[in-house]
């Protein structure tokens, strides 16, 4: 079974900029490997911020976006808030078969 | 659309855990994205169990696939999951989830134990 790789933990100031990364065993992240990010607060369930890559619905603050970079996926934080600190989680699909990052918990301070 | 994973709490080892998502508020069968089980030991990350799309095609982790099925009742509006021979190591919250559209269960925590 591919492993998925995130950095274990990630702290950002108010206001700042941070790049959460998801690679995988099997080589490159590409979008055929359908990337998901979620964001996860303690108790509560995750939330969807970004499908395939660098989709995003509605209700996903514009300050989070989704891209391909250097063979990873990516979770970019623009302007971060306080309320983001947050457990986030990549998703990747290997034919269907789906494996999660094991999560960065990222601190605003 | 809301999501309710329905159960029970308590599974004894070497039993069969069994849990039920009901789909209100739109078809199940509407979607041509699928619909997930996920699942999360205390203080742990997330783990995929398996999905499935109402087409008939469903995937499961490898690691729990020799245990799991994954099944839907469309007349219900309704989909499950199946987990046999559990142990302590099943002990998590499970979610049911259709994830493109961020449509999440509030979870349910199943405790194996005898």
């Known amino acids: 079974q591919a492993v998925v790789t995130q950095e274990p933990s990630l702290t950002v100031s108010p206001g700042g900029t941070v790049t959460l990364t998801c690679g995988s065993s099997?080589?490159?992240?590409?979008?055929?490997?359908?990337p998901y990010w979620f964001q996860q607060k303690p108790g509560q369930a995750p939330r969807t911020l970004i499908y395939e890559a660098t989709k995003k619905h509605s209700w996903t603050p514009a300050r989070f976006s989704g891209s391909l970079l250097g063979g990873q996926a990516a979770l970019t934080l623009s302007g971060a808030q306080p309320e983001d600190e947050a457990e986030y989680y990549c998703?990747?699909?290997?034919?269907?078969?789906?494996?999660f990052g094991g999560g960065t918990k990222l601190t605003v301070l | 659309l809301q999501l309710q994973e329905s159960g029970p709490g308590l599974v004894k080892p070497s039993e069969t855990l069994s849990l039920t998502c009901t789909v209100s508020?739109?078809?199940?069968?509407?979607?041509?994205?699928?619909w997930g089980w996920i699942r999360q030991p205390p203080g742990k990350g997330l783990e995929w169990i398996g999905s499935?799309?109402?087409?008939?095609?469903?995937y499961y982790n490898p690691s729990l696939k020799s245990r799991v099925t994954i099944s839907v009742d469309t007349s219900k509006n309704q989909f499950s999951l199946h987990l046999t021979s559990v142990t302590a190591a099943d002990t998590a919250v499970y979610y049911c989830?259709?994830?493109?559209?961020?449509?999440w269960g509030q979870g349910t925590l199943v405790t194996v134990s005898s």
């Open positions: 499935m799309f109402y087409s008939g095609n469903t």
């Open positions: 099997t080589g490159a992240v590409t979008s055929g490997h359908y």
């Open positions: 508020g739109g078809s199940i069968t509407s979607s041509s994205y699928y």
């Open positions: 989830a259709r994830p493109f559209d961020d449509n």
């Open positions: 998703l990747l699909s290997y034919s269907g078969v789906r494996v």
